[in-house]
């Protein structure tokens, strides 16, 4: 499946590479998490860091027009938030330097989308 950018939006955050990998807080530069590329279509995550920084991410291909809810939370294996239905990895939130976070992220393989706030 080609990947057309679609969106992306980045808030007194910085992420490593263009579309994954490490994800910063601007202010304070601790990692917060970590963005699987291969396996999302799109992710929304927002945040408070620990050091008081509100920050947010977003990133959308836009190849699937519908995702489906889905009401289940995603799965912990190792560190690494993942698909519960096809174990794809999505994205690791390191919440021990986070205040509170939420996020959506839609997995690019069974297109279902997972939801969470804290
Ligand atoms: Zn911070
Ligand atoms: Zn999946």
Sequence with gaps: MARTFSRKKLTNTKLLKE???WIYCENCNETIGYLCYTSYEKVEFDYECSCGNKGDLLIDFSTI?????????LKMKGNRL???LDDSPLITILDKKIASFSYQIVCNNCEHLYSHNS
């Design 19 to 21: 579309y994954a990998s």
């Design 65 to 73: 027009n519908q995702p489906k809810h889905s009401k289940n939370s």
């Design 82 to 84: 993942c698909c519960p």
